[in-house]
């Protein structure tokens, strides 16, 4: 078997499949009434009538624009038609370069393998896969149902897929295993590398402010179209549940219902564009959360055409709350305290555990004295389980009370 180079009667030849592009031209083109008049001559009516025989006679009409024979091409700078100043020409232009390849895409590629040779080659074997700098990933494999003979001067077709799920270094490798024209067998490697690049970036603030944790999503495109951003959900971790925030909107509250289904998304434009996401987690656990793990990310987008890309951000770390198994507050306070007389305090005691707890002694002593505690035992609690009562208190000069529990 042969594989020396420059000797094969087979070749590939690789073309990515994308869709394609507007084409777009900048032409400079002018009305003929900013040249010849000013703006005011709008303000008369009886002038503005005249001003269009006006610029025909001058330019030579329409009908000479349209003139083959007309050799002069006068009219060539002149705005026919507002919409021409936009500069599509309503054409598609297929992609002329191999382009950018960014992770979360679809890699399409269209291979050809030719015979330039004179003879036919029989019982071709073609294999297509990727590499990376982790794995292997076999895209066409056709040992089972060889190509059984490519005529002199013909070709074989197909098309390969793959998702791109990796950064860095690519490179497609097409194998051809085959007998030419003297019967030899012969094997034809093909290397064609590519680099994926990362179309955006994900920068995360995280924030704990008393029992609420806001999560702050700011995301970058790097890529050179613009991205429309169908899906950015924030998938939360066990023991943990997610709310988006968003500025508040001063529209109607009749929203249809094709607005909810039909979701307007949001767009990131090209090259360093920025949006910000807000998200609001809060703990379902009734006890301590000792994960640091708060969740991922679930992004989808797509650009200017409709050629769609996902990603799936690592989990995103934050602080472990540590919260207590119970917890006291006083909830009612008289407004008015008179001293020497008694008043009331409601305090509220609560299991902030999923199981059972208690009894439970609460003591009241007065800050800096060694007077006798007042002691008010509580029975258990159930699971997430709060209890309200009240204290006795005569209030002193200068007095200050302490609240605990055991």
Known sequence: MSSTQGSHSLAFRVMRLCRPSFQVETPLLVDPADLMVGEDIFDDPIAASLLPPLIDGH??????????????????FVLHHPCDSIGLSGLLMLPQSFGA???????????????????????????????TERQRILLLDTSKSSVESIRAGGRYDFIVEHDVKELGAHT????????????ERKYLPQFFKFIVANPLSVRTKVRVVKENTFLEACIENHTKSNL?????DFEPAQHWSATILKADEHNSKNISGTSEIFKTPVLIRSGGGIHNFLYQLRSTSHGSVQSNVLGKFQITWRTNL?????????????TPITQEELELNVVEVPSVINLDKPFLVKLKLKNQTDKVLGPFE?????????????????????????????????????????????
Request: charged share 15%; proline share 1%; net charge negative.
């Open 101 to 131: 390849i960014y992770l979360g895409e679809t890699f399409c590629s269209y291979i050809s393998i030719n015979n330039s040779s004179n003879f036919e080659v029989r019982d071709v074997i073609i294999k297509a896969e990727i590499q």
């Open 228 to 232: 429309y951003m169908d899906q950015v």
């Open 59 to 76: 330019i030579g009409g329409k009908a000479s624009t349209l003139d083959s024979t007309d050799l002069s091409y006068r009219a060539r």
């Open 362 to 406: 609460v003591t009241l002593s007065q800050v800096d004295s060694s007077e006798q505690e007042m002691v008010i035992m509580i029975n258990g609690l159930q699971t997430t389980v709060s209890i309200s009562f009240f204290v006795n208190i005569i209030s002193e000069l200068s007095q200050s009370l302490a609240l605990h529990f055991a």
């Open 306 to 318: 409709g050629e769609p890309g996902r990603l799936q951000t690592q989990q995103i770390l934050g």
């Open 172 to 183: 497609l490798v097409c194998t051809a295993l085959y007998n030419d024209g003297d019967g």
